[in-house]
């Protein structure tokens, strides 16, 4: 069984190559949307981020690597905050995933190509979802819920 604090893990450098640490990621359809500053009033001290941008003609997606100097107790409750704090930044859906589970736009959240790599989701109506637990199993979101996502993408692109 793999569990959800074994797969908080991102390469961050050369250096240090794999560390603790999570992937978040913003989606907006607007192409001038400004990247937001991380939220580290929310993570603890010592917390790293390095921002990325990936776009096409009509859509941006922000993404954030995010080095823990130690995963938090309150993982969860911090992930949610963060997805929350970008949502209201008017992103228009706000995600944690794996490593090697993203597709461009219009594909993003097809569910076969990103089945099992999503794992918690700020969605356009601000409702947050995540099935995993720090200490318990890894349970990404269903592919039922990926493709109500992928819908969305496609109505906003």
């Known amino acids: 069984m793999i569990y959800t604090k074994n797969i908080l893990n991102i390469y961050w450098d050369s250096n ?3 560390v603790n640490g999570q992937t978040f990621y913003l989606y907006s359809n607007d192409i001038n949307y400004s990247l937001p500053k991380f939220p580290f009033e929310l ?13 096409g003609e009509n859509w941006v997606v922000w993404l954030w690597d995010v080095k823990f ?3 938090p107790n309150n993982w969860k409750k911090i992930t949610e905050d963060t997805l929350r ?20 736009p219009p594909d993003l959240f097809d569910p076969k190509e990103m ?3 999503v794992y918690a ?7 947050f979802i995540c ?8 349970e990404a979101l269903t592919d039922n819920e990926l493709l109500m996502l992928h819908n969305v993408i496609k109505d906003n692109i």
């Open 43 to 55: 993570w603890p001290k010592l917390t790293e981020a390095k921002s990325h941008k990936l776009f």
């Open 85 to 104: 704090f970008f949502f209201e930044k008017n992103s228009i859906i706000s995600w944690c995933g794996l490593d090697g589970y993203f597709i461009d």
């Open 115 to 117: 089945s099992n790599g």
């Open 121 to 127: 989701v700020v969605d356009a109506n601000g409702v």
């Open 131 to 138: 099935h995993s637990d720090l200490d318990s199993k890894y």
């Open 16 to 18: 240090l190559g794999e």
């Open 69 to 71: 100097s130690e995963i």
